[in-house]
C-alpha cells in the first residue's frame, strides 16, 4: 500500500500542487530560485506512480548532475517504495548511453557500424585524438590547435551538425579544414569504435531520425518524460526531448515512415529559470525555455512566485541584481520567511583577510549554537580561489571539503610543479623525477627510459646519475639523447639558482617557464589548462608570499619558525608546503557529526541549498570575471551566475572581496564588483567600508603612496603592481618585455598575428589579453609570451 493523495500532496502550494497532479498537455513550470521546482517534479514522479499507475519503468526523469539524479531517486524511493529503483533518473548523457549500448549497432555511417561496447572518450583522449588528425591531415601546428579544433566540433555536434553538414556549408578556406579535420576525426572515433561526450546525444538524436521505427519503441516505452534545469540544456538535448515527446516530429532527418504506426507523445514537463543559465559557454540555449510555448503549441505553463528557502532580505537582493539583466521576464519572488538578518559585507585588505574574516563568522556563528559547520557554504568564482580558503581552513582547524575539484594540493599542475622543485632540491627523489622527466612532452619516451634504466642498473647509480651520462646508455636513439641532454642541462642551472640561496618565487616561475610548462598550457584551448595557469599562479603566490614574510604567511604556525634564521630557502617552502598538503589530507566527516563547511565554486551550487553562505571575491575582473568585462552577453551570464550564489542561502548571506589580491605573486587591486552596486543599500551591514578601507590602505603595498580617492574609472585600471616596481626588479626577467598599447599588433610565436585587447599589471607581471583571430583572445604573461610588438 503506497501513501494517500493528501500525503503526496502534503506542503505543496496551490500552483505546485496543480503542476504535480498536470496530465496531458506538455507542461513548464517556470520559476525563480527555491520555488519548489525540483520538490514538485520530484513530487510528480511519485504521484505518477502512486496514483496514475504508471509503470515505473515508463518514467524517464533528467537532471543535470549525476549527484542531483540519485538524490532524486532515494526521495522517490522514500515516497513510494522500492518499485521505484527501475525507473531511469539520470544525466542526459546517462541516458543516451544506455540507449545507445543497446541500439548503436543499428546505425551504420557509410558502412562501419559501432560495436556497443564502445568506449566513451573523455577530454584528455579526445585532445590526442585530434592531434593524430593534425598530423594526418598535415595541418600547421601554430595555426590549427587541437583545443580550437575540438571546441569547434563540439559546437558542430551540439547543434547536431555531422561532419557532411559542415563540409556543405564551409564559406571559408579556414572552415573548409575545421570541416576535414571534423570528418577525419569521427572516422578515428569510428575506427577506435568510440563516442566522445557530444556524440553520445548527437548519435542518439540521429538515431531517432534514422531510424523511426527504434524511437517508437522508446516513444512507447517512455510515458512521461521530466527535465530539471531545462535552461541549461543545448539544441541537441533539445531535439532529443522533442523526438520523444512532440506531437510532430518536424526537425530534419528522412522523416516518419508512414509504416510506422505512431505513439501518442509522453507527457513531458519541463521545470527551469532562465535567470539560472549559467552554461552558455557548453552550448546550453536559454531560447529552449523562452520558446516552449512555441515548440510544443498547447503546452500549459505554471508559474511559481512563493520561495521556501529564503529570508525576504536575501531575496530583495537577488531580485534587485538580476533586475539589470536586459530582455528578461520579470517575476517577482517572495517569501513569508520574514525579512531575517541583514547582509554582512566585508571589504578584505586582502584574500588572506577575506579568508580570516570568513572563518572568523562561522566560529561566531557555530559557537552561538545557531549552526553547525555543516550548515555553510563559501563560494567562489574560480577553483583557485579555494586555496587560501584551505589554507587558512587547515590552520584553524575549521573542518571543511571541497566539492567539485580536486583540492588544490592535488591538482596535477601543482603537484608536477612541486615535483620540480623537489628535484631540484633533492635529484635522487625519483618519483618526482620520473613524474617531471617528460612533463611537458619532450619526446622522451618510455624506450628512452628503459634505456636510461638499464644503465642505472648495470652501473648501479641513481636514475639521475644515470641521465647524466646517458651517453653509455645502451640502445638509447640519437633523438631520446639530445632530449635527456637538454633535460639535464636545464635542471642543472636551475640547480644552480636554488644553490646560489635564489628565492623560492623566482626559481619556481623560472622553473615554470624555461620547462616550458606554462608555454604548454598557454599554447592549449583547454578551458581546463586556463584553471592550471591560474592554479600556478596561486602557487607561485604562495612561494612569493614565504620568501617576503615566512612568519605571516596563512599556513605559519609562529611557534615553528625560528626567529632570526637566515633567509627562508626552496628547501624551507617544500618542507612548509609538505606540511599543508598533509593536514590537507584530513577525512571530511566530523566525529561529532557537525558536518563540514563546503567549499565550491557558484557553477557547482546550482540546484543546492544551505542555511549560512559565504560569497566571496566580488571583485570587478575576479567576479565578474575579467573575461566578461567587455562584453554585454559574457556581463549578463555572470549576473546570472551572481543570482544562482545569492538564492543558496536561506537564513544568512555574507558578501566579501578583497581590495588587494594576489595573482601570479602580484597584488593586484581590483575595484569592488559592480554586482555590489546593484544590491539596495540598506539591506547591506558592511562591517568595514571602502571609505575606511581607502584610509587604512598599507604604505608597503604602494610604494609608499596612498590610494588617495581613487575614482571609479581610476580604481578599474589601478593596479598595485603599477608601483612595486621593486618587486619586478627583484626577479630578474630574461628578456626584454615588450611594452605594449591597447591596440598594438603583435606577432606571436605560435598564434600569429595579433591585436593587443587589454593590459593588467606591469613589469615583469604584465599580462597582455592579445586577439588571435580564429585563434581567440589569449591572457599571455608577456614576460614569457614570445610576442614581438610590429
Ligand atoms: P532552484 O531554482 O535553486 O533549483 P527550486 O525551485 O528547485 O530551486 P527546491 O529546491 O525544489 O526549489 O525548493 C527549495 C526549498 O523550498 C527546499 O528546501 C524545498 O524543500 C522547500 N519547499 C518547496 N516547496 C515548499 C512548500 N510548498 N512548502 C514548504 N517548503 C517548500
Ligand atoms: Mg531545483
Known amino acids: 500500500r503506497g501513501p494517500s493523495a493528501e500525503e503526496l500532496l502534503a506542503g505543496l502550494n496551490d500552483p505546485q500542487r496543480a503542476a504535480v497532479v498536470h496530465e496531458g498537455a506538455p507542461l513548464l513550470v517556470v520559476a525563480g530560485a527555491g520555488s519548489g521546482k525540483t520538490r514538485v517534479l520530484t513530487r510528480r514522479i511519485a504521484w505518477l506512480i502512486s496514483e496514475r499507475r504508471a509503470h515505473p519503468g515508463s518514467i524517464l526523469a533528467i537532471t543535470f548532475t549525476n549527484k542531483a539524479a540519485a538524490e532524486m531517486k532515494e526521495r522517490v524511493e522514500d515516497l513510494v517504495g522500492k518499485r521505484a529503483r527501475i525507473m531511469w533518473v539520470s544525466t542526459f548523457h546517462s541516458a543516451c548511453v544506455r540507449i545507445l549500448r543497446k541500439e548503436v549497432t543499428t546505425l551504420d555511417f557509410g558502412g562501419v557500424g559501432f560495436k556497443s561496447n564502445f568506449s566513451i572518450y573523455d577530454a584528455a583522449d579526445q585532445k590526442r585524438l585530434m592531434t593524430l588528425v593534425c598530423n594526418d591531415l598535415d595541418l600547421d601546428p601554430r595555426r590549427y590547435q587541437p583545443g580550437a579544433l575540438l571546441h569547434w566540433v563540439s559546437n558542430q555536434k551540439n547543434e547536431l551538425r555531422d561532419p557532411e553538414d559542415a563540409t556543405k556549408d564551409a564559406r571559408n578556406h579556414l572552415e573548409e579544414t575545421y570541416?576535414?579535420?571534423?570528418?577525419?576525426?569521427?572516422?578515428?572515433?569510428?575506427?577506435?569504435n568510440a563516442l566522445d561526450f557530444d556524440d553520445l546525444i548527437m548519435f542518439t538524436v540521429h538515431l531517432f531520425q534514422q531510424f523511426p521505427e527504434v524511437r517508437e519503441t522508446y516513444r512507447r516505452r517512455f510515458r512521461h518524460v521530466l527535465v530539471d534545469e531545462y535552461q541549461d540544456t543545448n539544441h541537441a538535448q533539445y531535439a532529443l526531448i522533442h523526438q520523444l515527446c512532440a506531437d510532430a516530429i518536424s526537425d530534419g532527418g528522412p522523416m516518419v515512415d508512414p509504416e510506422v504506426e505512431r505513439v501518442e507523445p509522453a507527457e513531458l514537463m519541463v521545470v527551469g529559470d532562465a535567470d539560472q543559465s549559467i552554461y552558455a559557454f557548453r552550448g546550453a540555449n536559454i531560447r529552449n525555455i523562452l520558446d516552449f510555448e512555441q515548440d510544443f503549441p498547447n503546452a500549459t505553463s505554471i508559474l511559481l512566485e512563493q520561495n521556501y528557502r529564503s529570508t525576504q532580505t536575501i531575496l530583495t537582493a537577488a531580485n534587485s541584481v538580476i533586475g539589470h539583466n536586459k530582455g528578461r521576464k520579470e517575476k517577482r519572488l517572495w517569501s513569508d520567511a520574514g525579512d531575517g538578518d541583514r547582509i554582512v559585507g566585508y571589504v578584505a585588505d586582502d584574500e588572506h583577510d577575506e579568508a580570516r574574516f570568513v572563518s572568523g563568522e562561522i566560529d561566531k556563528l557555530t559557537d552561538e549554537g545557531r549552526f553547525r559547520p555543516g550548515d555553510v557554504a563559501v563560494f567562489y568564482r574560480t577553483n583557485a580561489q579555494s586555496r587560501v580558503f584551505e589554507e587558512v581552513f587547515i590552520r584553524l582547524g575549521m573542518p571543511y571539503k571541497v566539492v567539485g575539484g580536486v583540492r588544490f594540493y592535488e591538482r596535477r599542475e601543482i603537484r608536477d610543479a612541486l615535483a620540480y622543485l623537489?628535484?631540484?632540491?633533492?635529484?635522487?627523489?625519483?618519483?618526482?623525477?620520473?613524474?617531471?622527466l617528460n612533463t611537458p612532452k619532450r619526446g622522451i619516451g618510455d624506450r628512452a627510459v628503459a634505456c636510461v634504466n638499464a644503465l642505472a642498473e648495470r652501473d648501479r647509480i641513481t636514475f639521475w646519475e644515470a641521465l647524466r651520462r646517458a651517453e653509455d646508455a645502451p640502445g638509447l636513439a640519437t633523438r631520446s639523447l639530445t632530449q635527456i641532454q637538454g633535460f639535464v642541462a636545464l635542471v642543472e642551472e636551475l640547480q644552480s639558482m636554488v644553490d646560489g640561496g635564489e628565492r623560492p618565487d623566482v626559481v619556481l616561475e623560472t622553473t615554470l617557464a624555461r620547462s616550458g610548462y606554462l608555454t604548454a598550457l598557454e599554447e592549449s584551448d583547454d578551458p581546463q589548462d586556463e584553471t592550471r595557469l591560474e592554479n600556478l599562479a596561486e602557487l607561485v603566490a604562495v612561494a612569493r608570499e614565504f620568501a617576503d614574510d615566512p612568519v605571516a604567511g596563512p599556513s605559519a604556525d609562529p611557534a615553528d619558525v625560528d626567529a632570526g634564521t637566515v633567509a627562508p630557502g626552496l628547501g624551507d617552502f617544500l618542507e612548509r608546503v609538505a606540511l599543508?598538503?598533509?593536514?590537507?589530507?584530513?577525512?571530511?566527516?566530523?566525529?561529532?557529526?557537525?558536518?563540514?563547511?563546503?567549499?565550491?565554486?557558484?557553477?557547482?551550487?546550482?540546484?543546492?541549498?544551505?542555511?549560512?553562505?559565504?560569497?566571496?571575491?566580488?571583485?570587478?575582473g575576479v567576479f565578474p570575471h575579467s573575461r566578461a568585462l567587455g562584453d554585454q552577453t559574457e556581463l549578463e551570464e555572470e549576473r546570472r551566475l551572481a543570482y544562482v550564489g545569492v538564492t543558496r542561502a536561506r537564513e544568512r548571506l555574507f558578501i566579501s572581496r578583497a581590495v588587494v589580491r594576489s595573482?601570479?605573486?602580484?597584488?593586484?587591486?581590483?575595484?569592488?564588483?559592480?554586482?555590489?552596486?546593484?544590491?539596495?543599500?540598506?539591506?547591506?551591514?558592511?562591517?568595514?567600508?571602502?571609505?575606511?578601507?581607502?584610509?587604512?590602505?598599507?604604505?608597503?603595498?604602494?610604494?609608499?603612496?596612498?590610494?588617495?580617492?581613487p575614482t571609479a574609472?581610476?580604481?578599474?585600471?589601478?593596479?598595485?603592481?603599477?608601483?612595486?616596481?621593486?618587486?619586478?626588479?627583484?626577479?630578474?626577467p630574461s628578456r626584454e618585455i615588450p611594452s605594449l598599447d591597447p591596440g598594438d599588433r603583435v606577432l606571436h610565436d605560435s598564434?600569429?598575428?595579433?591585436?593587443?585587447?587589454?593590459?593588467?599589471?606591469?613589469?615583469?607581471?604584465?599580462?597582455?589579453?592579445?586577439d588571435f583571430g580564429s585563434e581567440g583572445v589569449k591572457r599571455l604573461l608577456l614576460r614569457y609570451a614570445p610576442v614581438e610588438k610590429l
Not at 570541416?179 to 577525419?184: R, S
Not at 590537507?584 to 541549498?609: F, N, R, S
Not at 574609472?713 to 630578474?732: W, Y
Open 713 to 732: 574609472a581610476g580604481r578599474r585600471n589601478f593596479s598595485a603592481a603599477a608601483v612595486r616596481a621593486d618587486a619586478a626588479a627583484r626577479s630578474k
Open 580 to 620: 599543508v598538503a598533509d593536514a590537507d589530507q584530513i577525512p571530511d566527516d566530523d566525529p561529532e557529526d557537525q558536518g563540514v563547511v563546503t567549499l565550491m565554486t557558484l557553477h557547482t551550487a546550482k540546484g543546492l541549498e544551505f542555511p549560512v553562505v559565504f560569497l566571496t571575491g566580488l571583485e570587478d
Open 422 to 436: 623537489r628535484l631540484l632540491v633533492n635529484p635522487a627523489d625519483q618519483v618526482s623525477l620520473r613524474r617531471i
Open 179 to 192: 570541416a576535414a579535420a571534423y570528418t577525419t576525426y569521427q572516422r578515428r572515433l569510428r575506427e577506435a
Open 751 to 770: 598564434f600569429g598575428l595579433g591585436t593587443v585587447v587589454a593590459l593588467e599589471g606591469a613589469g615583469d607581471k604584465a599580462v597582455a589579453s592579445i
Open 663 to 709: 595573482a601570479w605573486g602580484a597584488p593586484s587591486h581590483n575595484p569592488g564588483s559592480r554586482f555590489l552596486d546593484e544590491l539596495p543599500v540598506d539591506l547591506v551591514d558592511w562591517r568595514r567600508t571602502e571609505a575606511a578601507q581607502t584610509r587604512w590602505s598599507r604604505p608597503d603595498l604602494s610604494g609608499g603612496q596612498h590610494y588617495g580617492e
